[in-house]
């Protein structure tokens, strides 16, 4: 069994829905994970917002106008007089039910119920589109087996267990349909995987199924080895492991969400990125094979701050770490990268929420210095320690490129730098040209 997920922007029109069903309808039996049309979660959210500052009119705007997006897609999707009727009507109940929230008090749970309507759309408008086809697809409501736990987490036992009985029970279907991102929390009330969770999703059903393949299908022949909208000559990258794709989904490559790998790489499945505008292209293969003493990639993460604290009092003192790292876990403000030295630490962080209060505490204990508009280039390979000549390699590409901090030994995959905003561009440029290239 296969799992096969395509994102927004792969049914993201009618057209790109067909495209989408001629490539799941041959072969084995496979699960497919869909997201919602492409921009229609933004307007979802969007619709939430204006209903929590209570304002139905603007909201009323926004459903109408995505309901008017969905007539013309059912339009071009079907071609029958038969199956235009039975996505009107399925448009139409999800978009009523939408409505019925524009009159009632909003909380976090109607909005949830909100979210969830994309997915529940697009599954339903493909899953109609095969059956005029006459394929005999099968619709799996991931309402009915994806869970998450008291702490939040996906709960794979549950996962699991329900699965296996909705797929028993169909036994000789070939093609599953199935919403991604959308699922259930502890208390049973609909709720979802976070934004870009359809990945997730993905990942944590082919994990339950002990999947041969996950495949992520999506508009780029697979992760790039640099940003292409930086950098000139990018090529994909054929094969990743999957502690070096967790480290290009965190820093940047925006191809894959981080928190797909972890389920895949657990269970010892091989997730495939795809093309679905080049169905034939060999994309990037993610599995638990290494490719010794390469360097594969370089991936770059914005809006970073950087914090240093200096103080005399570190020097031969135990226990001044601890100290400085409980002020960020008091504000719930998660470190990238850390350096030291016997005098100082710099970390750096990403969210500026609790700027102010976070540098307030830290002087406590020695003089503070914030370096604000910086980006974390990461270098991404086999870069284990014994192998000799990649830190040179990477230095050497950014020697006329002034960098604030280097981190390198957290892991065997690979370098942090931190440097100016300004100089992302010209940082990627030569990196590319130093390390694949080969200026
Ligand atoms: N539709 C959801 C989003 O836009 C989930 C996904 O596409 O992965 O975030
Ligand atoms: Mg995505």
């Not at 929230?101 to 909005?111: A, G, H, S, V, W």
Request: proline content about 3%; glycine content about 6%; some cysteine.
């Amino acid at each position: 069994m296969k799992v096969l997920k395509f994102g927004g922007t792969s049914v993201g029109s009618a057209q790109r829905m067909k495209d989408v069903a001629k490539l799941i309808c041959s072969g084995d039996q496979k699960i497919v994970v869909l997201s919602a049309m492409s921009g229609t979660t933004n307007s979802l959210v969007e619709i939430s917002d204006y209903l929590y500052k209570k304002n139905p009119d603007g909201a009323n705007e926004i459903i109408n106008q995505l309901a008017k997006k969905y007539d013309k897609h059912i339009e071009e999707l079907y071609a029958t007089d038969e199956y235009k009727q039975k996505a009107k009507e399925l448009i139409k109940s999800h978009f009523d039910y939408i409505r019925s929230f524009t009159k009632d008090l909003f909380t976090l749970f109607e909005e949830k119920v909100i979210l969830a309507q994309g997915e529940l759309i697009s599954t339903g408008m493909v899953n109609l589109y095969l059956n005029e086809c006459g394929v005999k697809s099968v619709l799996l409501p991931a309402l009915d087996y994806m869970r998450t736990d008291k702490n939040a987490e996906p709960d794979p036992v549950y996962i699991k267990e329900k699965l296996l009985k909705l797929l028993e029970s169909n036994q000789d279907a070939q093609l599953f349909i199935t919403q991604g991102y959308i699922c259930r929390n502890a208390y049973g009330e609909i709720d979802n995987l976070q934004r870009g969770g359809s990945d997730y999703s993905a990942s944590l059903i082919g994990a339950a199924l002990n999947a041969e393949e996950i495949q992520i299908w999506t508009d780029i022949d697979g992760m790039h080895n640099n940003d292409p909208r930086y950098v000139e000559k990018t090529t994909p990258v054929r094969h990743l492991l999957f502690e070096e794709a967790a480290e290009l989904a965190y820093f940047g490559a925006k191809i894959l969400h981080p928190t797909c790998i972890l389920p895949a790489k657990l269970n010892n499945i091989p997730v495939r990125l795809l093309n679905t505008m080049q169905p034939e292209a060999p994309g990037t293969l993610i599995s638990n094979t290494t490719e010794k003493g390469k360097i594969k990639a370089v991936a770059a993460k914005d809006n970073i701050i950087s914090i240093k604290i200096k103080s005399g009092r570190m020097l031969l003192a135990y226990g001044f770490l601890r100290k400085v790292f409980e002020i960020f876990e008091s504000y719930q403000t998660p470190i990238d990268m850390v350096t030291t030295s016997e005098v100082g630490v710099s970390v750096t962080i990403d969210n500026r929420k609790h700027l102010e209060e976070i540098v307030n505490d830290l002087k406590k204990y020695g003089t503070v210095t914030v370096d604000d508009e910086m980006i974390i280039i990461c270098v991404v390979g086999d870069l284990e320690w014994d192998n000799v000549g990649f830190e040179a390699r990477i230095v050497n590409a950014l020697k006329d490129i002034p960098v604030r901090m280097i981190s390198y030994g957290g892991s065997n995959y690979n370098v942090s730098l931190l440097i100016k905003k300004d100089d992302k561009k010209r940082a990627l440029q030569a990196l590319s040209d130093y390390l694949f290239n080969h200026k």
